[in-house]
């Protein structure tokens, strides 16, 4: 699975952006898929996960209620919705991929299986 992360850029604190991963493969409806973010200066950290079906998510404590997380199948994507964005949001966004059920420790330690490359987002205050 190769994934490839867009929709990144400068928003004022309290403004909204949608992250985009296209994905390739046609395996892409079996994986569990994810958002995490680094921050600069910071170690990479879990942000949101949903699994096969689109069915269930899970999200960090610090993003819950503000994104939403959301996959189309047939169109080989995943999406994060995130609206009232706050400065400490400030990080490369990273899409990925795991063969692992989506709330197992290895989706939230980072363990997935697939990278893409990440997308800046940047949220000025």
């Known amino acids: 699975v190769q994934l490839q992360a867009s929709g990144g850029g400068l928003v004022q604190a309290g403004g909204s952006l949608r992250l985009s991963c296209a994905a390739s493969?046609?395996?892409?409806?079996?994986?569990?898929l994810g958002w995490f973010r680094q921050a600069p200066g910071k170690e990479r950290e879990f942000v949101a996960a949903?699994?096969?079906?689109?069915?269930?998510?899970n999200y960090a404590d610090s993003v819950k209620g503000r994104f939403t997380i959301s996959r189309d199948n047939a169109k080989n994507t995943v999406l994060l919705q995130m609206n009232s964005l706050k400065p400490e949001d400030t990080a490369v966004y990273y899409c990925?991929?795991?063969?692992?059920?989506?709330?197992?420790?290895?989706?939230?330690?980072?363990?997935?299986?697939?990278w893409g490359k990440g997308t800046l987002v940047t949220v000025s205050s």
């Open positions: 990925a991929a795991a063969r692992a059920y989506y709330s197992d420790y290895k989706v939230f330690s980072g363990g997935m299986d697939y």
């Open positions: 493969g046609r395996t892409f409806s079996t994986y569990t």
């Open positions: 949903i699994n096969w079906s689109g069915g269930s998510t």
